[in-house]
């Protein structure tokens, strides 16, 4: 009888599904409101479980009335029954039930696996598509009947999830935890809708990822438990977990189990019933009173706001603007949503770049890193490490473009930083729709119009501070023609070079980095063998100056001693004369003797005596000792 009721509850409640189901959709449709079409995905799962696991218990009651029925013939009969200790093939209700739950339940899980991923599928198509909001009279009328829905699957929900938690009836807990969730989610759907209603629409965006979320983990979590199905040990005779009964749908649609899990976790870990303390219970009791305490709380919160030095902040009252914005310090304001606050660094240098966005500047080496213009990069960007944004700049090579007709032009590779302030908050808030993109697009716009008339080699030499001087000018004053609020502080030109080379031929042959490379490599090789002829010129002529004064002074002292030595030779030959006239004979013997004196000089002599002589010389005839150890010299007289 028991069993027969749970039957009967579980169609009813799979009725009262699908109708809720239906009416949902039109509605959702209606008021073109996301969040209920996310209701309706969740509320027509639960729908088909609903409906599955009315077969199920069907299966069940008859093998529960198959079993009664052998029992009952046992026990007329005695133990001669042809149906005592009957096989199997004897219980087609048994082998029914059990059949169905080998092959049918895991083949139902993955047909239920492929239409969650088909709605959700379906309802991302829905949240990325541009949907117009309804009007305001589909928004009230679907607010009524959503909170009607509210309360009937909360009624059904929690009578069902109570009869669940009984022995036997565990089929209808897939269908009360769909309800339950589904109560909740028809909640969210009125706090959507009367938010819209209000003005406030980006809560049914807000709303309707979160149920897609919920959706999304209750399939994954599905996949996951069809793969563990797999490997579960089977063992006869114990109940095993539906598998299409969700655990993650069943918390959310009872957080109650929550709590009573958490009471049991306590108790085991701490050894005795902490869950019956008096403390534990008046948490028990007073949980929700703190949750909403601390909701107000929060809620209140919202009414303090802290404006840092640097910033000025917007505030909104009910969408409209206030006049006078918040300056720094500590305000305060109505709570949220009544009050909004938009914080901007007003104070704060702000910056953005023209051309390639180096995205990888933190990770620069702390001594700076040298970017060769031969070397394919793009100043850091993760994207294409050899892609380079080009600009055309004027060229002064009349016969540039001569062959083809064309103007002449060359290419500049650009990644220029723009440093601007916020410098009128009214005006960057309220005229343009985003002042940052369009300031960005008009120094983009003056850039290109100046590198078009201005000239590579003067742009990247001399000419480059006033260059970057004109530039900011220009677009600040473009700034202060479109009324944006911000002035612009600074433009720099630093990362600025022709482009490199980038396919096959331009790396063989080198692209036009590559060549003005070599024209630069000329110009300074130029330079550097017109020093060096300088420097050659510098220290030859000195050089030859020197060795020729030199050469003079060299001649003019031989030729003074030869004249000085011939006049000596000269006088000393008169003189020679006239003392040979005075005696011819001493004279001749003189010059003898000074003749043998200089041709004998150093050589060892022996004086012979006439042997008929009686006198007795004494000559010291020892060897002399070494010059080199007592270099001594003895003066001979003449």
Known sequence: MQQQTSSKLGMINSLVLLGLT?????????????????????????????FFAFVHSHLISRERLEELEMQALDQSRGDQSLFAGAAEDAYPARNARRQFEKWVVPGFTVLVLLGQALGLLWLYAELTGNVESGAAGDRVLSIMFFALFMIVLFMMGKYSAGLARMDGQELLRPTANYMLL???????VVASLTASHLGYHGWDDVISWILFAVVAIAALENGVTL???????????????????????????????????????????????????????YVEQKLALIIAVQFVVLFLSSSFVVIHSNEKALLE???????????????????????????????????????????????????????????????????????NFNMI???????????????PMNLLTVSIPVHYRISDLDAWISNNANAGALLQKLAMRELTQYLIGADVEELMGPGRAAAQETLKQQIDAQAKTHNLGAEVLFVGLQDIHPPVGKSEQSKQEGGVAEKYEEVIVAQMNA??????????????????????????????????NKVAIAKAEA????????????????????????????????????????????????????????????????????
């Open 527 to 560: 330079e550097t063998k017109r020093l060096e002829a300088e420097l050659y010129s510098a220290g030859k002529v000195p050089q030859a100056r020197a060795a020729a004064a030199e050469l003079l002074a060299t001649a003019r002292s031989e030729s003074t």
């Open 393 to 407: 700049v004027a060229s002064k090579d009349s016969g540039a473009g001569s062959a083809t007709g064309m103007v």
């Open 227 to 281: 793969i563990l199905e797999i490997y579960r040990p089977r063992v006869e005779g114990k109940k095993a977990r539906l598998i299409y009964d969700s655990r993650l749908i069943g918390l959310l649609g009872q957080p109650g189990g929550l709590v009573s899990t958490a009471a049991q976790a306590l108790d085991y870990q701490f050894g005795f019933k902490v869950s019956e303390t008096w403390f534990y219970r």
């Open 182 to 188: 589904g109560s909740v989610a028809c909640t969210a």
């Open 317 to 387: 009252r009910f969408g409209e603007k206030q006049e006078e914005p918040l300056g720094p310090g500590f305000q305060f304001k109505m709570p949220w949503p009544i009050d909004k606050v938009y914080r901007y660094k007003t104070d704060q240098i702000q910056s953005f770049t023209l051309g390639i966005v180096d995205d990888q500047h933190d990770e620069a080496k702390p001594g700076g890193e040298v970017l060769l213009w031969t070397t394919p990069h793009n100043h850091g960007s993760s994207m294409d490490r050899e892609q």
């Open 571 to 638: 006088k000393r030959f008169a003189n020679q004369i006239a003392a040979f006239q005075s005696a011819p004979s001493v004279y001749k013997t003189r010059m003898k003797l000074e003749s043998f004196k200089e041709a004998t000089a150093g050589s060892r002599k022996y004086i012979l005596s006439d042997p008929a002589s009686r006198d007795v010389i004494n000559l010291e005839l020892q060897d002399q000792l070494r010059k080199d150890l007592l270099n001594v010299t003895v003066e001979q007289d003449n």
């Open 22 to 50: 239906i009416a949902a959709l039109f509605l959702s449709q209606g008021a073109q409101a996301t969040a209920g079409l996310a209701a309706v995905l969740l509320l027509g799962i639960g729908t088909v479980l609903g």
